[in-house]
């Protein structure tokens, strides 16, 4: 399958909502063709897009979405703050906090700030900003 084929279906797959195995059992299927694709990283923008609209839907913990995402180092994470910036969901907060994990000096600084704007982002719903304050605390040990 090719990579725009692949990409094409991501920017299609219904995911009805969280119980939709049949639809989250082929994102599964799409992430492994990914992983064979030396061009696999041209799917990082329509993997975001795919959590961004289903904010609701848990892609697993974390998940083939999460997973293939991060195996695309230096491809993903402009795309993935400006997805932020678009519309926070509890996936793309969840990538951000994992980016933060493995991060020391001023760039956590930054992606830290960044977090805390999604505290009170208009477009994040009330299970993406609890996310994000949950998030915000565990990386500045702040207490809620």
């Excluded at 989250?24 to 992983?35: H, N, P």
């Excluded at 990283?41 to 959590?51: D, R, S, W």
């Excluded at 990538?95 to 805390?116: C, I, S, V």
Aim: proline residues 6%; contains cysteine.
């Amino acid at each position: 399958m090719t990579i725009s084929a692949i990409i094409d279906e991501l920017n299609h797959l219904p995911i009805s909502n969280f119980e939709d195995y049949a639809q989250l059992d082929r994102l599964a299927e799409l992430t492994d063709l990914l992983a064979q694709n030396p061009d696999g990283y041209q799917a990082c923008g329509a993997l975001l897009a795919l959590a961004e609209r289903h904010p609701q839907v848990e892609f697993g913990v974390p998940g083939p979405l999460v997973h293939t995402l991060e195996t695309y180092r230096s491809h993903y994470e402009n795309l993935l703050l400006a997805s932020l910036e678009r519309r926070p969901t509890t996936t793309t907060i969840w990538l951000l906090n994992r980016l933060l994990n493995a991060m020391e000096g001023p760039g956590k600084q930054t992606l830290t700030a960044k977090l805390e704007s999604l505290l009170t982002h208009p477009a994040a719903d009330a299970q993406a900003q609890a996310a994000a304050q949950d998030f915000y605390c565990f990386q500045t040990s702040a207490r809620a």
